[in-house]
């Protein structure tokens, strides 16, 4: 007999794989903002930084509470 699918435990797995992604993506931007110094318009130094800075720790908070929250 096929064995069945646990469909919660599926869509938990496809939250925590989606969270992480998201969380890449986050950092990746920071970075970006920080080495163009771009964000839909050119930004100065500082402001580019500051805003890089925000973003990769975003991108880190969101990996972090994916793995204290994630149950698998």
């Known amino acids: 007999m096929p064995e069945k699918i646990d469909h919660n435990k599926l869509w938990r ?12 993506i986050y950092m990746l931007i920071g970075f970006f903002v920080i080495k163009e110094q771009w964000f839909v318009t050119k ?6 930084y500051a805003l890089g800075g925000v973003l990769i720790a975003y991108g880190f908070f969101r990996m972090y509470r994916v793995y204290k929250n994630s149950d698998l």
Do not use: R
């Open 13 to 24: 797995f496809t939250k925590v794989i989606l969270n992480v992604v998201m969380g890449l």
């Open 43 to 48: 930004l100065e130094p500082g402001v580019s």
